[in-house]
């Protein structure tokens, strides 16, 4: 994780849109991912962006992708308090899901 | 759906102790993987296996060592407990890669307390 980074926490009021930003480092990865960590849980897939894309949409969920960069960001539209949790981003180094570099997280703490 | 479980959400043990931390997947899933977590070092991979008996050391193996003696099982093994391992433990499960897309599943965690 250590050259995957993100701002360690973000507060936002419900309603509002979150945006969660990632820093990372291989310009050769294939795919990046968005998980999400709620409390005492493991981590779950949200969604994944293909380095030739710069955007996806996924109902409230936009990934915005600037590859000169190596700068990832996912916003939440219309934050909820069941979206606090921590959201991690990936990077795969190598092809797919089994070689998956992990950044640092941001804990997400939605204000009702 | 797919299931990762972990044997133990808690676990506090002694330093010097052997601990064993197991995994099961039931979904026939080739690939299994150990992670720790840390507060601001996001996750970080012990070690993986691709088939039953194989391993490989991830990025921080030191300490550890891991079993694979049934697809959908894999142990990870402490054995000799040090206070810097005090951690919440991760594991994982995927697919032999068909999709550039097929993600990793991820158990609860255990969270191990050396003291």
């Known amino acids: 994780g250590e050259d995957v980074e993100q701002s360690p926490f973000l507060s936002v009021r419900e309603g509002d849109s979150s945006v969660i930003n990632c820093t990372y480092t291989?310009?050769?990865?294939?795919?990046l991912y968005w998980y999400k960590q709620e409390p005492g849980a493991g981590l779950q897939l949200l969604t994944y962006i293909f380095s030739n894309m710069d955007m996806k949409q996924d109902q409230r969920l936009t990934v915005l992708l600037n590859k000169k960069d190596k700068h990832l960001s996912l916003r939440i539209a219309d934050t909820q308090t069941g979206d606090s949790a921590i959201y991690f981003c990936a990077e795969s180094r190598g092809a797919g899901a089994n070689n998956l570099f992990f950044g640092t997280g941001t804990r997400l703490t939605v204000i009702p | 759906d797919v299931k990762v479980t972990q044997s133990s959400r808690y676990l506090v043990k002694r330093t010097g102790e052997k601990v064993f931390l197991e995994c099961v997947q039931d979904?026939?899933?080739?690939?299994m993987f150990w992670y720790r977590q840390d507060p601001g070092l996001g996750l970080r991979l012990i070690y993986f296996s691709y088939d039953v008996k194989m391993k490989e050391k991830g990025d921080i193996p030191e300490g550890y060592s891991v079993s694979r003696e049934k697809k959908e099982r894999f142990s990870l093994i402490l054995e000799s407990a040090s206070t810097n391992q005090t951690s919440m433990y991760l594991c994982?499960?995927?697919?032999?890669?068909?999709?550039?897309?097929?993600?990793?599943?991820f158990g609860p965690g255990t969270r191990l307390t050396v003291l």
């Open positions: 291989d310009s050769s990865s294939t795919y």
């Open positions: 994982a499960s995927s697919l032999v890669e068909r999709e550039s897309t097929d993600t990793q599943y």
């Open positions: 979904m026939d899933h080739e690939n």
